[in-house]
């Protein structure tokens, strides 16, 4: 089974910092790599697809990379509204596996 | 303007089948890459795949629950059904339908989502 390991489960920051989590498959994915954004009470909205790409509407401070099995997303500077749960998923293999999810808690 | 919607009870009994419905428009099941899915999230938990039916009718369900799930289209009606059969109190979740889209970059993302619809499974 394919595990997908978000680090770290927890994280607080600033207003305008800049913050990066990480998603690590067990096998390689290639780049079929989303992330989520999940505020409490709602739906989860798609911020990045393929690993890098940018979904329509999502502000250009959202970016994602990958290294091999690794993948990074990156919010160049915490908005308020940035405070939510981020999830990562495989769609590589049938699964479609999540990630456990980073909260993104103001400090 | 692409929207869904999930309906179905909000409590279920234990050993139960529940039948949730997404409604959903803006879009058609026809049309080819496109997919529906089911998500669920456990009050406090992380998200969980459970279920996806393609354009072409192809179905994926999850490995460890799939004797217990079934999902069709009805493309007439712009609606995909999940029944999950033998309920127990540890499927209580939000339940979620969403789009699949295959982008040209490869790979599939869900990119439209319901707003969910809380299942409580107890007696």
């Known amino acids: 089974d394919m595990q997908m390991t978000q680090s770290p489960s927890s994280l607080s920051a600033f207003v305008g910092d800049r913050v990066t989590i990480t998603c690590r498959a067990s096998?390689?994915?290639?780049?079929?790599l989303n992330w989520y954004q999940q505020k409490p009470g709602k739906a989860p909205k798609l911020l990045i697809y393929?690993?890098?790409s940018l979904q329509s509407g999502v502000p250009s401070r959202f970016s994602g990379d990958e290294s091999g099995t690794d993948f990074t997303l990156t919010i160049s500077s915490l908005q308020p509204e940035d405070f939510a749960t981020y999830y990562c998923?495989?769609?590589?293999?049938?699964?479609?596996?999540f990630g456990q999810g980073t909260k993104l808690e103001i400090k | 303007q692409i929207t869904l919607k999930e309906s179905g009870p909000t409590l279920v009994k234990p050993t139960h089948a529940l039948t949730l419905t997404c409604t959903f428009s803006?879009?058609?099941?026809?049309?080819?890459?496109?997919?529906v899915g089911w998500i669920r999230q456990p009050p406090g938990k992380a998200l969980e795949w459970l279920a996806l039916i393609y354009w072409n009718d192809d179905k994926r369900y999850r490995l460890s629950l799939k004797s217990r799930l079934t999902i069709t289209k009805d493309t007439s009606k712009n609606q995909v059904v999940l029944i999950m059969t033998n309920m127990d109190p540890v499927d209580t979740a939000t339940y979620y339908c969403?789009?699949?889209?295959?982008?040209?970059?490869?790979?599939?993302?869900?990119?439209?989502w319901g707003q969910g619809t809380l299942v409580t499974v107890s007696s």
């Open positions: 096998q390689s994915i290639i780049s079929h």
């Open positions: 803006g879009f058609s099941l026809t049309t080819t890459g496109v997919g």
């Open positions: 393929a690993a890098s």
């Open positions: 998923q495989q769609t590589y293999t049938t699964g479609y596996t």
């Open positions: 969403a789009r699949l889209f295959t982008s040209r970059r490869g790979g599939e993302n869900f990119d439209y």
